[in-house]
């Protein structure tokens, strides 16, 4: 099994920033992979971004993209650090792990889901 949990989310105004984290803990070799995810009251879970542990190989969502940017280190913390957020940003973020770094964008394939962290980005 493996642990997540995400920490780092509050209020910030439009334009500001925030940093996510996702502390992941057990047998962590079966998530080598790492994902953010996000949904917003009323809407579908959308992917977010995500990243491989041992490679450079990352994935944004368009709508994040230049925005956004997922890091890790050598601790087995994931890192969302989000840049000029938008009120459209506002959401419950989740982290989440799977082994292969394939089909990255569809949550069910995930194995491993943090409790979540709300995002609220007011304009």
């Known amino acids: 099994q493996v642990q997540l949990v995400e920490s780092g989310g509050g209020l910030v105004q439009a334009g500001g920033s925030l940093r996510l984290s996702c502390a992941a803990s057990g047998r962590t070799f079966s998530s080598s992979v790492m994902g953010w995810f996000r949904q917003a009251p009323g809407k579908e879970r959308e992917f977010v971004a995500a990243?491989?542990?041992?490679?450079?190989?990352t994935d944004y969502a368009d709508s994040v993209k230049g925005r956004f940017t997922i890091s890790r280190d050598n601790a087995k913390n994931t890192y969302l650090q989000m840049n000029s957020l938008k009120p459209e940003d506002t959401a419950v973020y989740y982290c989440?792990?799977?082994?292969?770094?394939?089909?990255?964008?569809?949550?069910?394939?995930?194995?491993?889901w943090g409790q979540g962290t709300q995002v609220t980005v007011s304009s």
């Open positions: 989440a792990g799977k082994r292969e770094f394939v089909n990255v964008r569809v949550g069910v394939q995930y194995d491993y």
């Open positions: 990243i491989y542990w041992f490679g450079d190989s």
